[in-house]
């Protein structure tokens, strides 16, 4: 199910996929040797999308990571989407301006923000019938905050601004001419 994430939700170009599937890994890696703490609670499918989301829509990315609870509300908007089309389909309906009422409310700035971003629909409805790991839909906040922990980017210590050392002498620019 992770390589249909990636499928889905990366497009076609190969270096951003290797990249991509190289942060996945290690980042399982790191959740396989830190399972006694984290308590097995990180699924592969869940982490290839927050993996996925991180690189097709950092914005995003950054907005989940300080409101877990929103990748929820996203995946059941999604969802409640699907359902909709597929009941137009079967009825021959129209969905213009129709609303699934399951369906939550986005902030305005969010839906614009994923809207322009049609992959993240992709990268949150990948689904397999047999795998109950895949969804969001029931995790807490602080469940869906462990997979913002372990794929945050490792940022560098704001330093604090210095002066430059003085040197005891000055070096002396001189102009040498061509040839």
């Not at 994430?5 to 942060?23: C, E």
């Not at 509300?73 to 009941?87: G, H, S, T």
């Not at 986005?106 to 990948?126: M, Q």
Request: proline residues 8%; aromatic residues 6%.
């Amino acid at each position: 199910d992770c390589c249909v994430v990636f499928a889905q939700g990366l497009g076609n170009n190969p270096r951003q996929i290797k990249r991509t599937v190289n942060v996945f890994f290690m980042l399982w890696t790191m959740a396989e040797m830190r399972k006694e703490k984290l308590q097995g609670e990180i699924k592969p499918v869940r982490l290839a999308k927050v993996v996925a989301i991180q690189t097709v829509a950092p914005k995003l990315y950054e907005l989940l990571k300080e409101q877990p609870g929103l990748l929820r509300d996203l995946e059941l908007y999604y969802r409640a989407e699907i359902r909709l089309a597929r009941e137009d389909q079967t009825e021959g309906i129209a969905a213009a301006g129709r609303k699934a009422p399951d369906r939550p409310e986005l902030p305005e700035d969010l839906t614009r923000l994923v809207n322009s971003i049609p992959a993240v629909g992709r990268i949150l409805t990948v689904r397999h019938p047999q795998t109950a790991d895949t969804d969001f839909g029931k995790l807490s906040p602080a469940e869906l905050r462990l997979y913002f922990t372990l794929t945050r980017h490792a940022e560098s210590p704001k330093s604090t601004a210095t002066e430059a050392p003085v040197l005891p002498f000055e070096p002396q620019m001189v102009r040498i001419s061509a040839g």
